[in-house]
């Protein structure tokens, strides 16, 4: 048992030095970029979102870059979608609404909708968000100059994450508690391993040659956690990319209460575990219950240092993703319980093979 325990002890060490190390090597963006003026061309997916679309539309058309076309794909939504959407681009002709004319087999519709938007597209930048995105001034010039600064194909944001009911600040926080305590998110763009690689499919940003020249969303037609998989297959291709978490200006609130958090994180949760169902189990078990195994085996100062790091890592990740630390303090256990909640039901669904999504069966 104190061999595992001293496994568990370095464990935690590791993901506090992971999260230090995300703190401290923050990329921050151009603060400005007086030479770019390239259309950008921003492409929404989007499905059942009557809730959601007006707010960014509302941004983008208010937003201080002006060079941008908007195009909204209204996949067989059976809201008010298209009929907001087609309010706006009776006040801005930047926006043009495109309705599917069906899904086509062997697609998934996130996917198929991102593929026909970039046939579309013109803009030399192609920027993916999701509709309950919401974007501040200055970051799509911002994002399109730290692109070009470092010959990216592909930039990705982890959005701030607004959260409202508790259920939200008891599962949401977790996204950026893993990825940001096993991932160096410098390495991202530093290095050309595959595995270190990651992406957000709420804001995406392509250079348009790049894109067209690998069709990265046909690619993953059938991906239903399409982002990582096309960060990996960039960084396969030797094609950088960068993904950065923390900006006020990007923010989005994911989910409305605890069971959608708990539907949508399981549909790729074990994606952070390079889509391993065992690693997922284990990270659970060692960052949940690990603090018995070591208060069992270990000397009382090893378990005392073991807590302080605990809680030093959860206050780390909190100021890196922008979140409240007092916040993820106070819902530290639920937050746990969460986790085990997601990974149990990621297994259930990949052992029944399915998995429904704004009434689209995604398994």
């Known amino acids: 048992m104190t061999t595992l325990a001293w496994f568990i002890f370095a464990f935690i060490f590791l993901q506090f030095a992971v999260a230090i190390v995300n703190l401290i090597f923050s990329q921050s963006f151009p603060q400005s970029n007086s030479g770019f003026n390239n259309l ?3 492409l929404i997916p989007a499905r059942n979102e009557e809730n959601n679309i007006a707010n960014l539309l509302t941004d983008l058309i208010y937003h201080d870059y002006k060079n941008i076309e908007i195009l909204v794909f209204n996949d067989q939504s059976t809201d008010k979608t298209g009929e907001i959407v087609t309010g706006f681009t009776q006040k801005d002709a930047r926006v043009k609404l495109i ?26 930048y192609l920027l993916f968000l999701d509709s309950d995105v ?3 001034n200055g970051i799509i010039k911002q994002t399109c100059a730290f692109s070009e600064k470092h010959k990216l194909g592909l930039l990705s944001i982890f959005p701030r994450q607004i959260m409202v009911t508790a ?10 508690f893993i990825l940001l305590t096993l991932l160096p998110l410098i390495l991202v763009r530093k290095t050309g391993f595959s595995s270190l690689a990651a992406a957000n499919g709420q804001f995406m940003l392509f250079n348009a040659e790049t894109y067209r020249k690998t ?7 059938i991906d239903k956690v399409e982002d ?5 297959y960039f960084k396969n291709e030797g094609i950088k990319i960068a993904c950065i978490t923390g900006k006020e200006s ?22 952070f575990f390079g889509n391993s169902f065992s690693l997922a189990i284990l990270f659970w078990l060692v960052t949940t219950c690990g603090f018995i195994v070591v208060f069992l085996a270990l000397p009382k100062t090893i378990f005392i240092s073991y807590l302080i790091i605990f809680i030093l890592t959860r206050i780390t990740v909190s100021i890196a993703a922008k979140q409240s630390v007092i916040m993820n303090i106070i819902f530290l256990i639920p937050q746990q319980l969460a986790l085990g909640l997601f990974v149990l039901k990621a297994g259930i669904n990949r052992y029944k093979k399915q998995y429904v999504w704004k009434g689209r069966n995604i398994s």
């Open 215 to 221: 069709l990265p969303h046909e690619k993953m037609k």
């Open 99 to 124: 309705n599917s004319e069906g899904l086509p087999e062997g697609w998934l519709g996130k996917n198929h909708a991102c593929h026909s938007l970039s046939k579309l597209a013109t803009g030399k």
């Open 250 to 271: 990007v923010s989005c609130r994911m989910y409305n209460g605890f069971s959608e958090a708990v539907h949508g994180f399981s549909k790729n949760v074990t994606q």
């Open 228 to 232: 990582i998989k096309i960060a990996r």
């Open 40 to 42: 950008v061309s921003v």
């Open 134 to 136: 919401r974007i501040g």
């Open 167 to 176: 259920g939200e600040k008891a599962a949401v926080p977790l996204m950026h």
